[in-house]
């Protein structure tokens, strides 16, 4: 008879098989509650987590707005361009020897050693080339069609260009790699210009391309904004040059031109040199828009303010005889100089010869709250808000001292910019009111064609009254016709001008003063002179050889007026300038005072009728050259510096007094 099983064995055979049941029962229990919690509790959640690993959005940027100028003329617009980047992981395990990496950057004209850098950085991503050319981007197609690199790949960008190079490109400015703008009207007007990106829903797979896309919005309607400038392309362009010419002349540092409307604040022309040219940027172009940005010691065309706040204040008269101290005046220990001694004068005289003096002693009836006030009324010290970035506010400080008084009233101890001391003399041009310069013309929406904005003509404040304004003006004509006026070369062929000639001397930031051989030399007017259409400031930093602005900055205003006025239309309203012998106009001047001292009149004008005979001028420095033309009324007009080598016309030949003589100059030796 067989023993019968071990009944301990067979509970434990039973007690591990209901483990093992419940083992199963448990874990069946486990992935029933994680379903539930998966499918039902959290389904909403998971859904979306999804969603989000294969909907994608496919941002397409617009094609940036172009610039035109007030006639329409492109000066910045967009291509349609290629960008070459690369997968340095993927590019280098395709290829180890590194030879089609220098097939590639013959391609793309770029050295292999280059190329090997950006791809050394810790990214899955590297741009090898932006924006390439038509043919670099054939090259690099046929390249990986040869090869079949992975890792590198084209994609559609748009490319900014300027048409006309080098022109208004201060003002225009620049955008980045990216498309923004970086300098100018590109970065001041940035967000119209860009336009709105396009958003793309589409969905990738696995590999992360795009297997689905819905239909982009029509290129057209994400397109920036076009921006019409107030600029005139062919002023701009005649601005320009004749600023280069300026500074080639007098081997300056750097010069500026502004033209502006007088009576709408538009700005017909914004020139600086050097300039740069954003189709080929090079590394340290001059970018700056020295007109807007820089501030300086504007010199003597701030008499012209500094007289016409006395005027309206009332503390000076036309006919007020003012004492010019033969040429001196002390204040404490310090001296102040004029370049013409002048005893006894009139506010005319004093505009027209360009006295220290005698604006000192007008700036001493005005106090120094007064002259504070009057500069401050003009604009300086506050910035124009003109539409362009990086504007300099300029510095006009309360002339706690009688010499602080006396040679703020010539342009010292202030500082401004080319475009506030431009539009300071406007407001004398339009009757007395200060108006905001405008740059941007309109803006217009580059799908429908509605204009979003658009400028109007913005009065800042009365600055003087129309009959002070008008009285300013007749004495700057004198500047520029008078026989002993220092803008003499502003002179118009058929129109009368006005304006005023600035020279001062920069600070010197070492010492502390004024440096000894350092100049800003400008001339500011404005024509026709009995209905202004044009006012123009010319302005060049350090000049080596002449330095006064009547000399070197006055020939340039009168190239850009002449272009402007035959632009705008404008009849001449007055003889040609071989014909002119207009004398100065006495009729404000003060009577002789009751004890003169010495005759301060200095030459008088030779009469006006006949010829005269051209002098011998060979070998003649400038400023001799030109004190004996002068000296005659004949007009100088040079071509380079030195001296004198050649002369048109030729000497002993009898012309019209006011005819321009055109000298030759060559450096000595």
Request: proline residues 7%; charged residues 25%.
């Amino acid at each position: 008879m067989r023993p019968g099983p071990d009944p301990r064995a067979t509970r434990w055979i039973a007690l591990r098989i209901a483990l093992l049941a419940l083992a199963f029962a448990a874990g069946f229990a486990g992935i029933a509650a994680r379903v539930v919690h998966l499918q039902i509790l959290r389904r909403d959640a998971l859904v979306d987590d999804m969603m989000d690993q294969v909907r994608r959005q496919l941002v397409l940027k617009p094609r940036r707005g172009v610039i035109a100028d007030r006639a329409g003329v492109l000066l910045a617009g967009s291509a349609d361009a290629r960008s070459v980047f690369a997968d340095p992981w993927v590019l280098q395990r395709e290829d180890r020897s590194g030879a089609a990496l220098k097939k590639l950057a013959a391609a793309l004209g770029q050295d292999a050693g280059a190329l090997r850098r950006k791809l050394q950085k810790a990214s899955r991503f590297v741009w090898l080339a932006r924006r390439v050319s038509p043919h670099e981007a054939a090259q690099v197609e046929r390249f990986l069609r040869e090869v079949k690199l992975r890792g590198v790949a084209l994609v559609p960008e748009t490319r900014r260009y300027y048409p006309k190079g080098e022109l208004a490109s201060q003002v225009i400015g620049i955008v980045g790699d990216d498309g923004n703008g970086l300098e100018g009207v590109e970065l001041a007007l940035d967000d119209v210009l860009a336009g709105a990106p396009a958003k793309v829903p589409s969905l990738r797979d696995g590999a992360g391309r795009t297997v689905l896309a819905g239909a982009p919005s029509a290129g057209h309607e994400r397109e920036g904004a076009r921006v019409e400038l107030t600029l005139d392309q062919g002023l701009q362009l005649t601005a320009e040059r004749a600023v280069a010419r300026a500074v080639a002349s007098a081997r300056a540092a750097a010069g500026m031109a502004v033209a502006l409307d007088p009576r709408t604040g538009e700005v017909l022309a914004l020139a600086g040199w050097p300039s740069f040219n954003p189709n080929a940027l090079r590394r340290g172009a001059e970018m700056r828009n020295r007109a807007v940005a820089d501030a300086f010691e504007p010199g003597s065309t701030m008499k012209t303010f500094a007289i016409a706040g006395a005027l309206d204040a009332g503390v000076l008269r036309p006919r007020d005889p003012i004492d010019c101290g033969n040429g001196t005046l002390a204040i404490g220990a310090h001296v102040i100089h004029d370049h013409e001694a002048l005893g006894w004068a009139g506010p005319s005289r004093i505009l027209s010869a360009s006295s220290n003096v005698g604006a000192a002693k007008i700036a001493a009836r005005l106090g120094k709250r007064g002259l504070h006030d009057a500069l401050l009324a003009f604009g300086f010290g506050e910035r124009t808000g003109v539409d362009l970035p990086g504007e300099a506010r300029g510095q006009v400080p309360f002339p706690r001292a009688d010499l602080a008084l006396a040679t703020q009233a010539f342009g010292q101890g202030m500082s401004a910019t080319a475009l506030q001391v431009t539009v300071a003399m406007g407001a004398i041009a339009n009757g007395g009111l200060l108006v905001r310069p405008a740059l941007v013309k309109r803006v217009v929406d580059g799908a429908t064609g509605e204009v979003l904005d658009a400028s109007e003509p913005t009065v800042v404040r009365r600055v003087v009254s129309e009959d002070v304004a008008a009285t300013v003006s007749r004495w700057l004509v004198g500047v520029v016709e008078d026989a002993h006026g220092t803008g003499k070369r502003a002179r118009l062929d058929g129109w009368r001008a006005a304006g005023k000639t600035g020279t001062a001397q920069k600070a010197d930031l070492v010492s502390g003063g004024y440096s000894a051989d350092k100049r800003f030399s400008s001339f500011v007017g404005f024509a026709p002179a009995e209905a202004p259409r044009i006012v123009i400031g010319v302005f060049v930093d350090e000049p080596k050889d002449e330095i006064f602005g009547g000399e070197i900055a006055a020939p340039a205003f009168r190239e850009i007026a002449e272009y402007a006025l035959k632009m705008l239309g404008v009849p001449p309203t007055a003889p040609p300038l071989a014909a002119v012998t207009a004398a100065p106009d006495a009729r404000e001047e003060p009577p002789a005072p009751p004890q003169p001292a010495v005759d301060d009149e200095g030459p008088r004008r030779p009469p006006a009728g006949g010829g005269v005979a051209v002098p011998s001028l060979a070998g003649l420095p400038a400023r001799a050259a030109i004190r004996a033309l002068e000296a005659l009324d004949l007009s100088p007009d040079l071509d380079g510096s030195g001296r004198v080598v050649g002369q048109v016309p030729a000497a002993g030949r009898v012309v019209a007094r006011g005819t321009r003589v055109r000298m030759t100059l060559r450096p000595a030796g």
